[in-house]
């Protein structure tokens, strides 16, 4: 490999067929979704199905990070090959790692609005193809930013400390949807049926559209994948500057959404201290990139922070409640 490719200011490992090929796989991994929502139509996701397609997921993003490494080590070198590949998992530990909160969030929303199961899966589909085209958007928009402006780096660390540091202080504090501005004012605005109707987002009745409690729940569900990208994206640029490994670990991350979800639901008070370690995690990443100009954290050493907090606070999660019971 000669001297690697630009997107948007900022070196990249990948040429323009990986970048094709990556977004044809997602095509048609979204597609292949929507084919079976259509076909199965609405129905509960059972936790077998739930499982295996989170097994599949996690496998797919490993394979990839393993075709990675040994393409660059075969068209570049060994050490290229090793630091990008750390690059690329630790990037989607730390992804997968916030998407597990977003899950949480995803649960609360359901639980609110009282959504039946079997009409959960169309919404999250929808949830994660808009948070895909949200993070398309926002990567490229952070690549252009540090390529101009390096600066901009300490502005991202700053945010993450001071989120964690939040976290981390109202961590108990749950929030009260009923209170949500947004969700007052789409009330409000907008002809709401009292029922739901199937899983549809909208009906017409006496020829008059109204709007479902289901549509409510698909904006919530968009607004709470812009509320956390504010806070990934960022996160993921402390871990490399590659827009490219940027782009497949935060991909890769929420393809596997919507099926932990269904996993983790019913579970979500078995990890309820995921938060603080979320929490610390941010902070860590935030030091990351405030000290990053006299010293820089070895990508190695990251993960094994990332890595080791999130399995600390899911370990102590497990064990408190279980004392609980």
Do not use: C
């Amino acid at each position: 490999m000669g001297e690697l490719p630009v997107v948007n200011g900022l070196q990249t490992i990948a040429t323009g067929w990986m970048w094709a090929g990556f977004g044809l796989f997602v095509i048609a991994m979204l597609a292949l979704d929507l084919l079976m929502l259509g076909h199965k139509g609405a129905h509960k996701v059972g936790a077998k199905e739930a499982l295996t397609w989170s097994l599949i997921w996690f496998a797919m993003a490993f394979l990839f990070g393993a075709g990675l490494w040994f393409w660059l080590d075969h068209s570049a070198n060994r050490e290229l090959a090793n630091s990008k590949t750390m690059e690329y998992l630790t990037g989607y530990l730390l992804e997968k790692t916030l998407a597990m909160d977003n899950i949480f969030v995803f649960v609360m929303i359901f639980s609110y609005f009282a959504v039946p199961l079997q009409f959960q899966k169309r919404v999250l589909v929808y949830g994660v193809l808009g948070a895909i085209i949200l993070r398309a958007l926002m990567i490229g928009l952070g690549a252009w930013l540090i390529s101009q402006f390096h600066w901009v780096l300490y502005i991202f660390g700053a945010f993450l400390f001071i989120t964690g540091v939040k976290m981390l202080i109202f961590a108990d504090h749950e929030p009260n949807l009923a209170n949500n501005p947004l969700l007052k004012w789409l009330k409000n605005h907008m002809r709401v049926t009292d029922e739901y109707h199937e899983d549809k987002f909208w009906v017409k009745i006496n020829g008059v559209r109204w709007f479902t409690p289901m549509f409510l729940v698909l904006i919530l569900i968009e607004l709470s994948d812009v509320i956390f990208a504010m806070d990934s994206i960022p996160a993921i640029f402390a871990i490399t500057n590659d827009p490219f490994i940027v782009f497949t670990s935060n991909i890769f991350a929420i393809l596997g959404l919507r099926a932990l979800y269904f996993l983790l639901a019913d579970m979500a008070n078995r990890f309820h201290l995921l938060k603080y370690g979320l929490a610390v995690v941010l902070v860590f990443v935030g030091i990351k990139m405030l000290i990053v100009h006299w010293y820089k954290i070895p990508v190695a050493m990251s993960l094994a922070v990332v890595a080791g907090v999130l399995a600390t606070s899911i370990l102590l999660s497990m064990l408190t409640t279980r004392k609980l019971k």
